[in-house]
């Protein structure tokens, strides 16, 4: 099946603006119809999901733009490719541990509010 923009916009939730933008970007090559119209079909409607995905990890639009290129270079690239996203992943490990480490700082400053809160509570008791 194959879909004009409009109609491929909104199969993957995207304005017909980012399309272009993204086409201007060379992160989508849309096939051209017998009149240049372009036309997409299923391969692009999940290159656009990975691309959303992409950039919900963090990914730079210039980095991409270089996984876009490779991508239409073929198979030969997937080494490429793969240091790509092992690099977004230990981007995202890292950020892991830094936010991980800040819920550990906030975890032990509630548990010492916790138990001063506690020894107050106690100690009204007893009046």
Same mark, same amino acid.
């Given at each position: 099946?194959?879909?004009?923009?409009?109609?491929?916009?909104?199969?993957?939730?995207?304005?017909?603006?980012?399309?272009?933008?993204?086409?201007?970007?060379? *992160?989508?090559?849309?096939?051209?119809? @017998? &009149?240049? =119209?372009?036309?997409?079909?299923?391969?692009?409607?999940?290159? %656009?999901? $990975?691309?959303?995905?992409?950039?919900?990890?963090?990914?730079?639009?210039?980095?991409?733009?270089?996984?876009?290129?490779?991508?239409?270079?073929?198979?030969?690239?997937?080494?490429?490719? *793969?240091?790509?996203?092992?690099?977004? @992943? &230990?981007? =995202?490990?890292?950020?892991?541990?830094?936010?991980?480490?800040? %819920?550990? $700082?906030?975890?032990?400053?509630?548990?010492?509010?916790?138990?001063?809160?506690?020894?107050?509570?106690?100690?009204?008791?007893?009046?």
């Amino acid at each position: 099946m194959s879909y004009k923009i409009g109609k491929f916009a909104q199969l993957v939730n995207i304005s017909i603006d980012t399309l272009r933008y993204y086409e201007k970007m060379q *992160l989508i090559i849309p096939k051209r119809d @017998k &009149n240049n =119209l372009r036309i997409y079909d299923y391969r692009d409607v999940e290159w %656009i999901k $990975f691309i959303k995905r992409l950039k919900a990890t963090g990914m730079s639009i210039k980095n991409i733009q270089i996984y876009a290129k490779l991508r239409y270079q073929g198979d030969s690239t997937i080494d490429q490719r *793969l240091h790509l996203l092992y690099g977004q @992943k &230990n981007i =995202l490990k890292t950020k892991q541990e830094k936010l991980q480490s800040n %819920i550990d $700082f906030l975890n032990h400053k509630i548990g010492v509010y916790q138990k001063m809160k506690n020894k107050i509570i106690n100690k009204n008791k007893k009046i």
